[in-house]
């Protein structure tokens, strides 16, 4: 008794496959493919930058001949010095956000309730534009094509 096993599916079958079972494209899909998908989203700005996305694909580049070894360990030490100064700046920043929630809660609260108010006594609204000027007259303005030589 011999058992038929399908040593090929169609493309058809694999689709419905990926379709009906959740999840099982994201485990069946190649990591550089992945790599290339969130890397474009991070140069987009619409998703985080992740260096082990940009490790991944310096290495596939390497295997497959596209850059050299040295050139691929460059540009992984390039980016990887890039990042840990982005995360730095980010934690800095961070830090400044959280110190001034920390210290704003309690003393401008009470530096805004001392301050004098300063609401201008007429009905009037400052303006922040600057005066118009004089404009010259219209007979004073230069033609059209003053100035432009075509040869």
């Known amino acids: 008794m011999e058992i038929a096993v399908a040593t090929e599916l169609s493309s058809g079958?694999?689709?419905?496959?990926?379709?009906?079972?959740?999840?099982?494209?994201h485990v069946l899909r190649s990591p550089?493919?992945?790599?290339?998908?969130n890397l474009s989203r991070a140069a987009a700005g619409?998703?985080?930058?992740?260096?082990?996305?940009?490790?991944?694909?310096?290495?596939?580049?390497?295997?497959?001949?596209?850059?050299?070894?040295?050139?691929?360990?460059?540009?992984?030490?390039?980016?990887?010095?890039?990042a840990?100064?982005?995360?730095?700046?980010?934690?800095?920043?961070?830090?400044?956000?959280e110190e001034r929630k920390k210290g704003s809660g309690?003393?401008?609260?009470?530096?805004?309730?001392a301050a004098p108010s300063h609401k201008r006594p007429s009905g009037k609204k400052a303006s922040h534009r600057p005066a118009a000027r004089h404009k010259p007259a219209a007979h004073h303005k230069k033609p059209a094509g003053h100035g432009k030589r075509r040869h």
């Open 13 to 25: 079958a694999i689709s419905s496959i990926l379709e009906s079972v959740p999840g099982i494209a």
């Open 106 to 113: 309690h003393a401008h609260a009470g530096a805004r309730a």
């Open 46 to 82: 619409v998703g985080p930058f992740r260096i082990q996305d940009a490790r991944e694909l310096i290495r596939y580049a390497v295997r497959r001949g596209l850059i050299g070894s040295d050139e691929g360990d460059r540009v992984t030490a390039e980016v990887e010095g890039a």
């Open 32 to 37: 550089v493919a992945d790599a290339m998908v």
């Open 84 to 97: 840990a100064v982005k995360a730095e700046k980010a934690a800095t920043r961070k830090a400044a956000r």
